[in-house]
Every structure is written in C-alpha cells, then in structure tokens.
C-alpha cells in the first residue's frame, strides 16, 4: 500500500511525482495506490528514458513551452485536485509508450517508412521535436504520422549541419505542437509550415555543407549515413547504412604518411582530414588494403574498381589536393540539398 506523504514536505522539494500523488489522495488510499500503479508503468516503459524529460516533453505538446526549471511550478499551477492529476497520469501513461518507442526505430508499432526517419532523428540526437510528434500522434491521423517524421528528418538534418541553436528549434516544434492540440492545424502540412522560420535555405544550407568538417571519432554513423544517403541519389539503389559491407574511406589518410606532405602540410592536414568532401564509401574488403603511406594516384585503381558510385564515378581527379577535396564537397553539398529537402517548405 502507497505511503501518505506530508503535504508540505512536497510542495517545499517540488517532487512532481509526490505532488500529483498528493492530489490523488485527496479522494483515498485506494486511489493514491491507482496513481502509484500508474506511475509506476510509465516508469517501466519508459525504461532508460528519464521521466522528467518525457513529463517536460509531454507538457509542451499541449502547453505554452515551459523549461526543465519551471515545469513543476506550471504542473502545480495547473493541476490543482484529484480529476486532473489522474487525467495528467492517464495521459502520461498513454503517451510513454510512444515516447519510449521514439529512440528505438525497429520497435514493432513503426512501419518501415517511419522507421527509416526516425533513424535520422535518433542519429542527429534531436529530442526537441518530441514534443511535436506526441501532439501529431495525439490530435491528427496515424497515416500522417510518417509524412511528418519525413518532414523532421530533413528539417532537423539541415539545421544540425548548419550548427543552428537548439533552443530556437525547441520555440518552433512546441508552438506547433501546441497549434495541433489546439486543433489550430489539422494537418501535417499545416504544422510543417509553422516551421518554415528555423527551416535552413537551399543557399545557406549549399553554403555550410560545402565547407563542413565531421570527426569519424566523434560521429561516424552520420557521416556514414550522409555517404550512403548521397550514394543512394547517384546510383538509384537503397543501401543501408548499417551495413558493414561498406566503410568510410579518408582519401587524405587519417594518420597520412609522409608521402601526404606535398599536398597537405603537416599543420594543416586536421583542417582537410574530416571535411565531408575527404569522405567516401569504399568496400570493407579492399578499405583494410589500402594504407596510410599510399598516396591517391596509387589507391585510385581501388577508387576506379568501387561499386559506388560516389567513389567510382566522382573521384576522377589527377591527383588529391585543398582544390580537389574543395571542389568535391561543393560537388556533393548539391546534392545534399536535394536529398535532405522538404516537400513543402522552400
């Protein structure tokens, strides 16, 4: 049986968990036992998710954006007696399970469509648009559901890449959750276009993928999905990233041997090493052959003999050089724009 807890201790640690259990006891032990119940399998689907984050995310889907500082404050505000504290719980409850499944794109209530995207989000690391897509899955019909994951994983790619704040973005995905819940927007369309102030511009987006640096230290399962995805574009084929058959290749070495020093000075080999356009896709069984004191006249047969098309068509380069690399990267920012675009904001 659930403990009665002291009123006042509550209010003074701002526990949100004992306030909301508070209010249900105003109605009994019986029911301060329900909302224990209850709390405790959103606890359990939730699993690794904190709960607090996953309360926050839930608020600003339907409520006016409040920080991880001020939410107890606005749930107290808020819920004042027992009929809203379990309807807070009752809803919590139903959302966590979707919430839960948002950081684990194979759980078995996403089709193959949504799956794909929210891939994207998880590897960008974007939790601020949760808000948005708890509303969505809420308020507007599940068929819209992967047009609109569709819509994040572009919008939230570009503004990643171009290095934008990410508390601007959390402003834009809240209003349009909350447009939604309100029943304002009854469309994905609608709601997409509510975001059309942090959605980065063809040219601005160009402009910033043409000169990005992204460590394989740090980051090597995006710049594997960015290889693959602009694969995909030249070769009309659907590869996954995941797929250990293909390996990042630096074409200036990660560790360049000296035979590098020509074309790129010792100190200034890191500005050129991680740049996008130093990237490419090349087979996992021909990449371990290919060491760092080969310069790129001797790993272009490699190059030439590739199944992709990234590496077999558009490295036709004399030698590897700043021009060359520079030249490659502005080629493929074209290209990204046109992979990671929205289809219904310009």
Known sequence: ???????????????????LFSQAAKRGELELDEADRRWQNISDTLKTNEITTFVRHYWNSRNKLERRSSLFKAIKRNIVAADSAFTLLDNLEKNA?????????????????????LKVINLLEVSTCYPLMLSALQFLPRSEFKILLRELAAITFRYNVSGLNPNDAEQAFGKAAVSIAAKGVQTVKEAVLQLKG??????????????????????KDLIKYILVKIENQLSQTD??????????????????GSVWENNFKTDEQLDW????????????????????????????????????????????????????????????????KAIWKSGFLR
């Open 1 to 19: 049986m659930t403990q009665f807890i002291n009123f006042n201790t509550i209010i003074g640690n701002g526990n949100l968990k004992n306030y």
């Open 239 to 256: 590869n996954q990233f995941e797929d250990a058959a293909s390996t990042i290749e630096h074409i200036l070495p990660e560790n360049p």
């Open 198 to 219: 942090i959605y980065v511009s063809d040219d601005d987006f160009e402009q910033t993928f043409s000169t990005k640096a992204i460590s394989t230290k740090r980051e």
């Open 273 to 336: 090493i991680y740049r996008l356009g130093n990237y490419t896709l090349l087979e996992a069984s021909v990449n371990h052959r290919l060491d760092n004191d080969k310069t790129f006249f001797d790993k272009l047969p490699s190059y030439k003999a590739s199944k992709y098309k990234i590496t077999s068509e558009h490295l036709m380069y004399e030698d590897w050089t700043h021009e060359a690399a520079l030249h490659r990267q502005q080629k493929m920012a074209k290209w990204a």
């Open 97 to 117: 399970v979707f919430y839960a499944a948002f950081s684990n794109p194979y759980d078995e209530q996403w089709d193959k469509e949504e799956r794909k995207h």
